[in-house]
């Protein structure tokens, strides 16, 4: 029973490249979580998404990032014309949906770390 | 995002003794507070939670207590092991979405 897969796992790229990172779910869940992590920061949220919908953007910074979840395949967190201030660990987490009771708890991946040169 | 606030970036602790790490938040709205636990190079895993109709959960060596009209969380670790030294994140939720995390406490437990 898999976790929830991300890769690449380190990806290098120049300024002004693209940069695509892909989230796996765990098995039988259909909601996704983009999280950013600076240096010596925390987890910072960015996106929530179900199958074909994005539910929540509102931590997307509003221009060069875009995330989706299709129907067949992973989730794909996508950075266009990448810059040296997009250099983080990027996590997934995976939620089998918003339980009737209890906490939502999150399943994350071990992460992607992007470094831009 | 300075919702939920872990003022402590690092703690160091002596094996077997307590581990306190807290957690502060804003919104009185959060209905459900829980701790993850993450390791260099890998995700962050969930340890343990607490509803906001609670003020104590234990599992283990691990305990959450929350005091609402402080807006205040702590998770105690006794006794402390070696195997616990990780950065511990902060998580609170309102409607069970809107997931937040506090910037992180690296917990070192020396021998």
């Known amino acids: 029973n898999a976790g929830v897969m991300q890769n690449p796992r380190h990806l290098v790229r120049r300024r002004g490249q693209e940069a695509r990172l892909r989230c796996s779910p765990m098995k039988g869940h259909s909601h996704v979580y983009w999280y950013r992590q600076l240096p010596e920061e925390g987890l910072k949220f960015m996106v929530y998404?179900?199958?074909?919908?994005?539910?929540?953007e509102s931590g997307m910074p509003k221009e060069r990032f875009s995330a989706e979840f299709p129907k067949e395949g992973p989730s794909i967190l996508r950075i266009q014309q990448v810059v040296r201030g997009d250099s983080a660990a990027y996590f997934c987490a995976s939620s089998p949906g918003t339980p009737g009771s209890g906490a939502n708890v999150l399943t994350f991946g071990a992460g992607s770390r992007l470094t831009v040169l | 995002d300075q919702q939920v606030k872990q003022n402590s970036p690092s703690l160091s602790v002596q094996e077997g003794r307590i581990s306190i790490l807290n957690c502060d938040y804003t919104n009185s709205m959060f209905d459900y507070f829980l701790w993850y636990k993450k390791y260099p190079a890998e995700g962050p895993t969930f340890l343990i939670s607490i509803s906001s109709i609670k003020d104590k959960n234990e599992d283990g060596r691990f305990t959450v207590f929350l005091n609402k009209s402080a807006k205040h969380l702590s998770l105690h670790i006794v006794p402390s092991q070696p195997v616990d030294s990780a950065v511990y994140f902060c998580e609170e939720s309102e409607n069970n979405n809107d997931m937040r995390f506090g910037a992180g406490t690296r917990l070192t437990v020396k021998p």
């Open positions: 998404l179900q199958k074909e919908n994005i539910i929540d």
